[in-house]
């Protein structure tokens, strides 16, 4: 959050940031915003605040957004072909390197017409052998829920370490491995419930 905060700042072409402005930017206050980043180390100058540059380019570090990430999507359906099309995934250092399906006829012509070029699509069980080659970081399951465990059996065999998994589906790995859900609905469900809460 913070440094999704400090990039709009520095895109304003802003130089310097108090912690009381950050704190109002990023919807906490003032003293969680020290004490977070009093954590991991000394940062700012009293009285004049923090550098924007140096905090953004500190905070990346402290993230491991300072380096390139490289993925592989696996399901190639709406939701998937969204993913290829979105570009800000660039702007934080994610590099989509490949891209797999199951129906490699139906889908390379219909993807290449909504991105407007011609992309390569590889079956499923080539990912060891790419992730190998490509040096692929992370792998996003936009999979039928049904396929999710599957192809996290492929994503393990191919040793890669990290998943982002869009399906309901709940997988599972072995021990080394770091898995992300999103369910859209799950969140839309604390939505409501937030909605709801408040009317009592």
Not at 179 to 199: E, G, H, M, P, W
């Amino acid at each position: 959050m913070y440094a999704r905060c400090l990039e709009e700042l520095e895109d304003r072409g802003e130089a310097v940031v108090s912690s009381a402005q950050l704190a109002s930017d990023c919807g906490v206050n003032a003293a969680q915003v020290r004490k977070d980043l009093a954590y991991f180390g000394e940062f700012g100058i009293r009285g004049v605040g923090y550098y924007i540059k140096d905090l953004s380019d500190d905070i990346k570090g402290i993230l491991g957004l300072n380096r390139e990430w490289r993925m592989a999507i696996i399901g190639v359906g709406n939701l998937g072909t969204s993913l290829l099309l979105y570009k800000d995934f660039l702007k934080k250092n994610y590099k989509i390197v490949a891209a797999f399906d199951v129906d490699l006829s139906g889908v390379v012509g219909k993807v290449s017409e909504k991105i407007g070029k011609p992309v390569e699509i590889l079956h499923p069980d080539r990912l060891k052998e790419v992730a190998k080659q490509r040096k692929i970081d992370i792998a996003i399951i936009a999979t039928p829920a049904s396929e999710a465990q599957n192809v996290t059996d492929k994503i393990v065999a191919a040793n890669i370490k990290g998943i982002l998994n869009f399906t309901p589906a709940q997988i599972k790995v072995p021990r080394g491995y770091t898995v992300k859900n999103v369910y859209f609905t799950t969140i839309l469900d604390n939505v409501a419930y937030l909605l709801q809460s408040k009317r009592k």
